[in-house]
C-alpha cells in the first residue's frame, strides 16, 4: 500500500510533550509530522470560553511552575513566539475559617514574615529549610528533572557524599506528612505546605518515598506562573515553533495503529485508512496503555512485559472542576488578617490540618466523594485581565474526588457523575461562601463544572480522569517510571520512543517529558544537538 506521506519521524500527540519533542527534531533538519486526534494541539493546554462569551477559562493547566528553568523555553524561543508570564508576587494563601491565615511569597523576608505571625519556630524551620536546600535543588535536582534517569545505584552513590545529599535521601525514605510533622509544629502550615503536593504534582500525603519533594515546594526554585491570555498561548506557541522549524502538524487524524514490521515501528495508520511512512523513527507522546494496548498490541510484547503494563499504576485521584465568570473577585475574610490573601494565585481553602487530607483521601480510595469539600482555588484575572471582559472575574474551583462512585445511580462513570456534579457544585460554592462571603450568588455570573469523566473522554491519555497520568507512587517515579525497561524512552519495539507524561518526572507542563525523548533519539541516530552548540 503506497503511503500517504513519509517523514523523518512521526509523533503522535500534539500535547506540550510531542510539541516539544518534534521541535527539537525539526531543528536538526529532518522531516517531522505530528498527528493529533483533536482539531487543536496543546492537550491540556487549553483555555475555551466555556462559562459565557468573553471570559477565557483554563480548564486543565491554569498555572506553570517550570518557566523559569524549562530548557524548551529558552531553547525554541517560546516567548518570541508569543508565550508572555506573569509571576504574581502571592503564590500561595491559606484562609483559615477562624480569619487567620498565612501567604507564601516570592520574597523569602514576606514569607517569613507571614508564616511568624502563626508560628515563629515554624517561620525558622521555613527559612531554614528553603535556604539549606535551594542551591541543591537549583544544581542537582532541578537538572534530574531534564534528563533520563539513572539506576538507583549511581544516585545514591553521588548523593552520599554531601550532606544535603545525604539529608534528601533520608527524606525519599519519607512520606511527605512524616517531613512536615518532623519539620514544623502549626497544622495550618503543614497543611499548607502538603497543598502544594497534591496539585501539580499527584503527590499525596501518604506517599512512602515522596517526602524528598517537600524542601522542593518550600525551596521555591518553581516559581508558579500565569501564561497571559491563557494556557492555550503557549500550545500556539509552541506550535509557531514547530511550524517555523519546518514541521507538519494534522489535526483530526485519529491513529489507530503503530506500524510494525520485523520488531520495528515503520510508520502509522489513522482512523480514516491512511497510513504514514516513517524512516526513522515513530515517537509516541499520548498514553502508555493507548501506545501499547491499542496502538501496538499486546500481542507484539513479551507476556512479562505486557503484565507489567497492565498493572501501571493510574492516578489514585482526580479532579472535580467548576469555572466561574464572576462580576467581581472574591474577598476573603481572613483578608483582613493578612491583606495578601486578596492577591494569592492559589488558595487552599479548608485543608486546614493535615487531618483534612487523610480524610478527604479515605473516602476517595473507598470510591465517594468526601464529605469535607476542599478546595484548589484561583482567580486567574486578578493576575491576567485580559482573561475576563473589564471590570469582570473568573474563577477555578478544583476539589480532589474518586473516579469511579460506589453506591450512585448510573450505568456508566459518566451518567454517575452526571447524577451527582450539580450538587457538588453546589458544595463548592457553599465552601467558597465561607471564605469569602462576598461570593453570593448574585456575585456570579455563571458556574459550571466539568466531571472526572469528562476529562477521560476528552483525553483518553488521561485514564479515570487521571491529569497526572499514572501515579506518582516510589515504584513509579524516576529510573521506575513508567517501568525500568521504559524508563530511557526506549521501548523493544526498535525505532518506537515515548514521549508521553507517563515517562519521567511525570505530569505537568515541565516540557521535560518530550525534552528528554528528543535527546535520547538524537544520541540513537546521530542527530546533532542543536540546543547544546555554543
Known sequence: MTATGTFDFIVIGAGHNGLIAASYLARTGASVLILERRLEAGGGLTTEEFTRGGFLHNLHSFFHDTIDVMPPFRDLKLADHGARYICPDVQV???LRDGRGYTIHNDAAATE??????SAADAAAYAEMRDGYREFMETIVVPGLYSAPPP???VTGALETSPEGADYLRLSRST????VRATFENDAIRAGVLFQLAVPRGILPDYAGLGMVVPLVVSQIERSQVCVGGSHALAHALWRAFVSAG???RGMAEVTKIEI???RARGVTLANGEWYEAKRAVISATGLRQTFKHFVGLDKLDPKLTRRLLNYKLDEFSLFGVHLALREPPRFSAAA?????DRALKLDLGFETPADFADALAAIRKRRIPDHTAL????PSLHDPSQAPPGFHTGLLWTPVPFHLDGVPGETDFDKWEHVKKDLLARCLATLRIYAPNMASDAILSARALTPADISLKFPNMCRGGVFMGRLSQDQIEFFRPLPELSQHRTPIDALYLAGSFCHPGGGITGAPGYIAAQVVADDLGLTKWWEQS
Open 113 to 118: 514574615r507571614s508564616i511568624a505571625r502563626l
Open 376 to 379: 484548589y482555588a484561583a482567580f
Open 176 to 179: 511527605p506528612a512524616d517531613v
Open 247 to 249: 514541521g507538519v502538524l
Open 152 to 154: 538507583p545505584s549511581h
Open 93 to 95: 494563601a491559606v484562609p
Open 261 to 263: 514490521d520485523d520488531n
Open 337 to 341: 488578617f493578612d491583606p495578601d490573601i
